[in-house]
């Protein structure tokens, strides 16, 4: 420990319900005021985690679960810490209040109460992702959802917060992926396998081609990159059914990425990524030999650009 | 266009005096779309193979701001913007025009294609086929997009007649049961707090039976707010239905507006938007219809009345919530304020607006605490704070 610096570490907490988040944010909230009330710089440590290995030779013992380097916010060192502390003590007191009156709100709801102090919405996000560090818990523990953004449909049937969701009943029309796992139970499929697909038009197109009337499986899509609970909801489905799961994604580096970040996790979550990828997802296509084999004609093929 | 005398005689004799200029979009079959389309092509045929042989313009009802009128409803208070017989011409003769042409005749093809297979395609998917089928003439979905556009005021026929589904971004929860035929009816009270997705299918929506006992229809212009105020069950607090279309308003989402204020029409429609000029564009929108879409939109204006945000308010959103204008709010707000259609009071707030350059965001309010959002929208209803 180096002297003149005090660090903040918490122990690590298995399952983190509201009531010991709550306690956490007030012991942290006040160390801090104990610190400066003694005239000491607060300064806060945290880990980094990666979800990726940068040895080349691919012999290390490296995982995505032990952190790698550790983070050091302190004001003393640098000026602009001030700043990045006030932030996080934001968003720290509104998830306080979101825990208390059992709300749930979104990260831009979260950049939307105070815009001046926050400036961007990346901001936000980092600050949110520090958070789950320094309480060593998920984002959805905070109770910051999303808007959900994913879509399923198939041969599936469960239970929302009591409520059925029958997707078999309407085989062809999508229902929207519950944001919070946590009201998701009694998963019920005589599904074949799990096809994940990247765009939200090839999801209508197979829906509106009844796809799923003449094949039992169960269609899902995360309309892009996929968001944290249509991952969650992939995994949990996995876990639960164990079905074999196949991906369908354009022959470009973004549906390569897409790909990536279902199957390994996204950099961005690196210490939460055990919790939603699927190692097990196989790569159906577009295959760049697809091109041969199935005679796709050249003016279907598109340079790529720069950003690609 | 010149007036004679015995036009404006003629015009100010009728009755129905802008039913005369409107231009509309018929709804059709797609055996009648594939037909239309077969008349055009046949049209150009002929005047190719004529003893005067010429390749023969497009003439395209005119969507702009000059071709435009406002409609007041003679037996209700809905207003609607429509378009009237004014032309502009697509020729393959002018230079920077012959792609425009040739992609009208692209979209024509695909859609006669889509026709005859019995299908209904999004716009992206039509994009994605069009790129795929002739990537020199198509470069992006705007393109797209005002093509079909081009190709509905050719054909004087709805974008959904030739094959295109409208975009199913709506959503809407509340006081409601919906009935598909052949379907379970679905209760719009026990939804989790995405609520329901509203279909792109004109033909489904145009069958679905309504059962609500609501006083009140909240439309929401974002998703978040939506799901904050799903959240806090206020359709149960105050007997109202909440609607959003995540953003500027699609037809589908419109049609169902427009349906469920025509099953109800003791029901009050409200709007909730931000304090920002492309907020009250969205108002406008659900109000009066589009230009942009103008031979079909008119069908779905709605009597919506704009409940928040306004000046009145701004006393509850602190200082830091306040963002700049940026170019696009002072571009949008030049067009809304030359436009024909925004009635006194909606201009003096919009003038409020452009003074102060300022604008402010719903979620600003979230800094009195998530439940007060709710409260407001009570307070205001019930105070009649509305224009």
Same mark, same amino acid.
């Given at each position: ?103 749930? !709100? /979104? ?14 919405? !990346?901001?936000?996000?980092?600050? #949110? ?47 929207? #992926? ?45 309309? %892009? ?13 996995? *876990? ?30 690196? @210490? ?37 | ?11 100010? /004799? ?20 594939? !037909? ?12 190719? /193979? ?63 294609? #889509? ?12 994009? @994605? ?40 971004? %709506? ?58 105020? /799903? ?49 009250? !564009?969205?108002?406008?929108? @659900? ?29 509850? #959103? ?42 402010? *965001? ?26």
């Amino acid at each position: 420990m180096e002297v003149g610096m005090a660090r903040r570490k918490f122990a690590m907490q298995p399952e983190p319900q509201s009531r010991l988040l709550l306690t956490s944010v007030r012991g942290f909230v006040r160390s801090l005021v104990e610190d400066i009330s003694n005239g000491r710089s607060p300064s806060i440590a945290l880990e980094r985690y990666r979800t990726y290995c940068s040895d080349p030779l691919g012999n290390c013992a490296c995982s995505s679960d032990t952190p790698f380097a550790k983070d050091f916010i302190s004001i003393d060192k640098h000026p602009q810490a001030a700043h990045r502390l006030a932030g996080l003590l934001r968003v720290l007191s509104i998830v306080q209040q979101l825990l208390q009156q059992n709300k749930h !709100a /979104s990260k831009r709801d979260i950049f939307y109460m105070d815009p001046a102090l926050f400036v961007d919405q !990346a901001v936000v996000d980092h600050i #949110i992702s520090d958070i789950c560090i320094l309480l060593n818990c998920s984002r959805h523990h905070l109770n910051v959802v999303p808007v959900g953004k994913g879509l399923v449909m198939g041969w599936l049937r469960f239970k929302e917060s009591g409520r059925t969701v029958s997707c078999i009943k309407n085989p062809n029309t999508d229902y929207p #992926i519950p944001v919070c796992l946590e009201d998701v139970e009694d998963i019920v499929s005589v599904a074949q396998y799990i096809l994940v697909v990247e765009k939200e038009t090839v999801f209508q197109r197979l829906a509106n081609d009844k796809f799923c009337d003449r094949n039992r499986c169960i269609v899902v899509t995360g309309r %892009g990159y996929p968001d944290v609970p249509t991952r969650r909801f992939l995994r949990y489905l996995v *876990e639960q059914l164990c079905l074999p799961v196949y991906c369908l994604v354009d022959s470009d580096p973004y549906g390569f990425d897409i790909l990536t970040t279902y199957r390994f996790g996204s950099t961005q979550m690196a @210490y939460d990524a055990k919790l939603m990828r699927v190692p097990e997802m196989r790569w159906l296509g577009v295959l760049p030999s697809d091109f041969e084999e199935f005679n796709l004609p050249d003016r279907c093929l598109l340079n790529l650009t720069p950003e690609g | 266009m010149e007036e004679t005398q015995s036009d404006s005689d003629l015009i100010r /004799s009728t009755l129905f005096y802008s039913d005369q200029r409107l231009c509309s979009a018929d709804i059709l079959s797609p055996a009648q779309a594939r !037909a239309r389309i077969e008349v055009a092509v046949l049209n150009f045929l002929k005047t190719l /193979s004529s003893p005067n042989p010429a390749v023969s313009d497009l003439h395209l009802i005119n969507r702009r701001s000059e071709n435009c009128g406002l409609r007041r409803g003679l037996l209700s208070d809905v207003s609607s913007v429509f378009l009237s017989h004014s032309f502009c011409r697509r020729s393959l003769m002018r230079a920077n025009d012959a792609k425009a042409f040739v992609r009208v005749w692209k979209v024509m093809e695909m859609c006669f294609m #889509i026709l005859g297979e019995d299908k209904l395609v999004t716009q992206r998917e039509l994009f @994605y086929r069009l790129l795929s089928d002739s990537p020199q003439y198509f470069n992006s979905q705007e393109q797209v997009n005002s093509t079909v556009q081009d190709v509905v005021s050719l054909l004087r026929c709805t974008r959904h007649s030739l094959g295109l589904m409208a975009s199913s971004r %709506g959503t809407i929860i509340g006081r409601l049961i919906l009935h598909d035929p052949g379907e379970e009816s679905l209760d719009c009270t026990i939804l989790g707090s995405a609520g329901h997705a509203i279909s792109g299918d004109f033909n489904l929506l145009k069958n679905l039976a309504f059962q609500s006992d609501a006083r009140y229809i909240i439309v929401v212009e974002k998703d978040a707010v939506f799901q904050r105020l /799903s959240e806090d069950r206020l359709f149960n607090q105050l007997p109202s239905i909440l609607i959003t279309a995540k953003g500027y308003p699609d037809l589908a989402t419109r049609f169902l507006l427009h349906r469920l204020s025509e099953t109800f029409p003791s029901i009050t429609i409200f709007a909730l938007v931000d304090w920002n000029p492309a907020g009250l !564009a969205i108002l406008c929108t @659900y109000k009066f219809g589009s230009i942009s879409m103008g031979l079909e939109s008119y069908r779905y204006a709605c009597n919506v009345k704009w409940l928040g945000l306004r000046e009145g308010d701004l006393h509850l #959103i602190p200082e830091s919530a306040f963002l700049e204008f940026k170019p696009r709010d002072h571009q949008i707000s030049k067009s809304l304020l030359s436009s024909t259609f925004l009635p006194d009071s909606y201009k003096m707030e919009l003038q409020t607006m452009v003074e102060a350059g300022r604008r402010a *965001e719903i979620e600003a309010l979230y800094c009195h605490g998530f439940d007060f959002l709710g409260k407001y929208i009570a307070g205001k209803i019930v105070q009649a704070d509305y224009i």
